[in-house]
């Protein structure tokens, strides 16, 4: 019975027809799943409601709306979230709710310059939340950081930005605006920051720009049973 699965993808592939997305017979019994570079249009159907199971889950997604974030606020065992979301630039909010989460310890999102601003934390939502990861990716800062409620957090101990940028002035307008944010917390978690070096930079950056499906090298399926098509 498959329990964890990971997708082992070394360039990023676009699901434009949704073919993970569509499925009729999820994995009811996973634990772990983790598709960091398959890049699904949105938040597939079938994860909301019935992976009850589901403690680690890393997803790549084109953007995001408020029903698909609800259908991940209603996985009652999820301990880990890895969000990424490749494009900001017709989003108003990432709003969290004010319910649900349950059992999130470890938030760990990753989107443009500006994604932090996209997001809110209204009271009631993630209140297990020890641990906010923030990784900051293409673009130039223009209002990184704001974290709207983030306040409602009430178990926050520690947040820690990645950062993907050479330009000196995003670095330090991140830094700075991270730290007023914890100083007002009423927790004062601790805070720190990573900058990859420009080399995976590059990288990224070239991630984000290329079409990457014209040069898959090979895809690996690690998982703890071989799956069917219809996932067993």
């Avoid at 994995?27 to 403690?55: A, D, N, T």
């Avoid at 994604?115 to 990716?137: E, I, Q």
């Avoid at 991140?174 to 917390?185: R, Y």
């Amino acid at each position: 019975m498959l329990r964890s699965l990971t997708l082992d993808i070394k360039w990023e592939v676009r699901d434009d027809d949704d073919q993970l997305g569509s499925l009729w017979e999820p994995p009811l019994e996973i634990e772990r799943l983790h598709l960091s570079r398959w890049l699904f249009p949105r938040v597939p159907k079938w994860i909301g409601g019935h992976l009850s199971k589901l403690c680690s889950l890393t997803l790549y997604v084109m953007d995001m709306s408020r029903d698909r974030v609800q259908a991940l606020a209603e996985l009652p065992s999820l301990l880990f979230l890895r969000l990424a979301i490749k494009s900001c630039e017709d989003m108003t909010v990432i709003d969290f709710g004010s319910a649900g989460f349950p059992s999130l310890e470890h938030l760990d999102f990753c989107g443009s310059m500006d994604a932090a601003a996209y997001m809110r934390f209204s009271a009631g939502v993630m209140r297990r939340l020890r641990r906010l990861t923030l990784r900051f990716g293409y673009g130039r800062a223009k209002n990184v950081a704001t974290l709207v409620g983030i306040r409602h957090l009430p178990s926050l101990r520690c947040i820690h930005a990645l950062v993907w940028t050479c330009a000196e002035s995003d670095v330090r307008k991140i830094e700075h605006q991270l730290g007023k944010l914890t100083q007002a917390h009423p927790n004062q978690p601790s805070f720190t920051m990573d900058r990859y070096p420009n080399e995976w930079w590059d990288k990224i950056r070239w991630m984000y720009y290329s079409d990457f499906n014209s040069k898959l090298d090979s895809t690996r399926i690690r998982s703890d049973t071989l799956a069917s098509s219809s996932w067993g």
